[in-house]
């Protein structure tokens, strides 16, 4: 099975940066996606990493570390729109599915 | 837009009933995914078909089945409802043949509520 772990909340300050974590147990893993979802609407993609390192787009970046089995998404100059649930999902290739976290709630506060 | 459509966005039904969802895909999309999203809970992964083959199956009932049509189109049906099934449930659809290599495209999602 597959066990993916994020914290329920977090809180922030508008125009600072916060980093959000994922951390997973998977066999056949095959990347790992950022969604961010704001209340009542559907997910929206934000990223993908299938290899080690550093990914940057934007005001958003997000890294992997397949052997730890750790991802983290980074925002940068929040605004009070960031304020929206993150999903980490984890590809299993095996399973032939994608596995969803319960997601991290980021409120941006003024 | 992502350019995955669900109909209806919201239904209401009495428990013991039954409902189809739809979706249509991105054009292009082969893959289609459906989500089960209750109050308070992330997205639990129901189903995966790939040009009208199931590809993966995760938590879904018996009470539920889904198919895809040869135009990639896709129902849900959910049969003898009950209040715990009320939920948002999400269709995506990707290009590629498993799921998730590449991004997958949600649609904005059907609002179930059984009374």
């Known amino acids: 099975g597959q066990n993916i772990d994020q914290p329920t909340e977090m809180t922030a300050t508008e125009g600072a940066i916060v980093q959000i974590n994922c951390t997973y147990q998977?066999?056949?893993?095959?990347?790992l996606f950022w969604y961010q979802q704001h209340a009542g609407e559907a997910p929206t993609f934000l990223s993908y990493?299938?290899?080690?390192g550093l990914e940057e787009k934007g005001r958003f970046s997000s890294f992997l570390s397949r052997s730890k089995g750790y991802s983290y998404l980074l925002l940068k100059e929040l605004q009070m729109k960031d304020s929206a649930s993150y999903l980490c999902?984890?590809?299993?290739?095996?399973?032939?599915?994608?596995?969803f976290g319960d997601g991290t709630t980021l409120t941006v506060k003024p | 837009d992502s350019g995955v459509t669900q109909t209806p966005k919201h239904l209401i039904t009495a428990t013991g009933q039954r409902v189809t969802l739809r979706c249509s895909p991105r054009?292009?999309?082969?893959?289609v995914y459906w989500y089960q999203q209750s109050l308070d809970q992330g997205l639990q992964f129901l189903i995966h078909?790939?040009?009208?083959?199931?590809?993966a199956k995760g938590n879904i009932l018996e009470r539920f089945s889904a198919q895809q049509f040869p135009d990639l189109h896709s129902e849900l049906n959910l049969s003898s409802l009950e209040l715990g099934d009320s939920a948002l449930y999400f269709c995506?659809?990707?290009?590629?043949?498993?799921?998730?290599?590449?991004?997958?495209?949600f649609g904005p999602g059907t609002r179930l509520t059984v009374l």
């Open positions: 054009s292009g999309d082969l893959s």
């Open positions: 999902a984890v590809l299993n290739t095996n399973a032939g599915k994608s596995t």
């Open positions: 998977t066999s056949g893993f095959n990347g």
């Open positions: 990493n299938v290899l080690d």
């Open positions: 078909y790939y040009n009208g083959e199931e590809r």
């Open positions: 995506a659809s990707s290009v590629a043949t498993r799921s998730g290599e590449n991004e997958q495209f």
